[in-house]
């Protein structure tokens, strides 16, 4: 029990465009999730929380008219990286949990996004 | 959320247990210490979590220290599979991901 799957799991896009990930809950309803951010050899950084039919919170630093999160659904939220650069190269992983607080949370695979 | 503190790499005798220690100083009474691995390029895993008692599951076993400020994760038998980079994170309200230890289970 427990997964949570992203799609795709590898998108090369050229500068300028936007990129939409999916992450999805499979086997269970997610009140909340979270969208991280890895680069190259470093540890993973939150970008945004969301919870389910309500705005996304980001955190300090992450544009979010850059990063659009939507969470429309117990099993769905998607990030879209609009006019993606080259900068935006990385590791997006997502995380679930069936409620906020202290709930655990799993996380999908991870879309490595390379931008050119 | 109280940060935590561990080593940046450990090696492991395939078959021997790996003890993982983290320091957590300023962990709250009503924080949780949980742990996860990221093996290369994929997705953190969950792998155990605890308040106060001393918890064990099917991976692994994980002991907190009675005044709550270290803990250890402990994989009774490692496996070359069980090579990752392990997070120990005191969840308060947010998920804060340290540099993690690197353990290599060594052959």
């Known amino acids: 029990g427990a997964v949570v799957s992203q799609h795709p799991s590898w998108v090369i896009c050229k500068s300028g465009t936007s990129v939409k990930i999916e992450c999805r809950s499979l086997?269970?309803?997610?009140?909340?999730m979270f969208w991280y951010r890895q680069f190259p050899k470093q540890s993973l950084m939150l970008m945004a929380t969301s919870n389910e039919g309500s705005k996304a919170t980001y955190e300090q630093g992450v544009e979010k008219d850059k990063f659009l999160i939507n969470h429309a659904s117990l099993t769905l939220s998607t990030l879209t990286v609009t006019s993606a650069h080259p900068e935006d190269s990385s590791f997006y992983i997502c995380?679930?949990?069936?409620?906020?607080?202290?709930?655990?949370?799993?996380f999908g695979p991870g879309t490595r996004l390379l931008v050119l | 959320d109280a940060k935590t503190t561990q080593p940046p790499s450990m090696d492991c005798a395939e078959g021997r247990a790996a003890n993982l220690p983290c320091n957590h100083s300023t962990i709250s009474g009503n924080e949780y210490v949980y742990w996860y691995r990221q093996i290369h390029s994929q997705g953190p895993q969950y792998i155990i979590h605890?308040?106060?008692n001393n918890e064990t599951n099917e991976m692994a076993s994980l002991i907190i220290t009675e005044d709550r400020k270290s803990s250890t994760l402990i994989l009774p038998h490692a496996t070359l599979r069980d090579t990752a980079v392990y997070y120990c994170i005191v969840y308060g309200q947010n998920f804060v991901f340290g540099p993690g230890t690197r353990l290599s289970v060594l052959p």
């Open positions: 995380s679930a949990s069936r409620q906020g607080g202290q709930e655990t949370q799993y």
């Open positions: 086997d269970f309803q997610a009140t909340t």
């Open positions: 605890g308040l106060k």
